[in-house]
Nanobody
Framework: QVQLVESGGGSVQAGGSLRLSCAAS????????MGWFRQAPGKEREGVGVSNMGGGTTYYADSVKGRFTISQDNAKNTLYLQMNGLKPDATAMYYCAATYSYCYMLLPPEKFRSWGQGTQVTVSL
């Protein structure tokens, strides 16, 4: 069973930046996809971006392309989400997720079996 622990959330003004981290443990490297999802109050959970671990392909939601970047530190088993140019509509709980499969696109949340506890991001005007 994979354990995921997110950190790095907080409050920021519009236009600001935040970097989220997701530390993973308890998994076998290889053939593994991790991703970031978010859920705002009253809305469904949506994908932000996913990345095939070990330097594989990364896929982003259209709404964040060019502003958000997912990166990996395989030595630390950590996935990052750098968020620049934040807008108030980015306010949500952000979750890290993982699945033992290859991500060939931004897969929906139900395809991921392991989830972190979430970290809150709040963007104000």
């Amino acid at each position: 069973q994979v354990q995921l622990v997110e950190s790095g959330g907080g409050s920021v003004q519009a236009g600001g930046s935040l970097r989220l981290s997701c530390a993973a443990s308890g998994y076998t490297p290889g053939g593994y996809c991790m991703g970031w999802f978010r859920q705002a109050p009253g809305k469904e959970r949506e994908g932000v971006g996913v990345s095939n671990m070990g330097g594989g392909t990364t896929y982003y939601a259209d709404s964040v392309k060019g502003r958000f970047t997912i990166s990996q530190d395989n030595a630390k088993n950590t996935l990052y989400l750098q968020m620049n140019g934040l807008k108030p509509d980015a306010t949500a709980m952000y979750y890290c997720a993982a699945t033992y499969s290859y991500c060939y696109m931004l897969l929906p949340p139900e395809k991921f079996r392991s989830w972190g506890q979430g970290t809150q991001v709040t963007v104000s005007l």
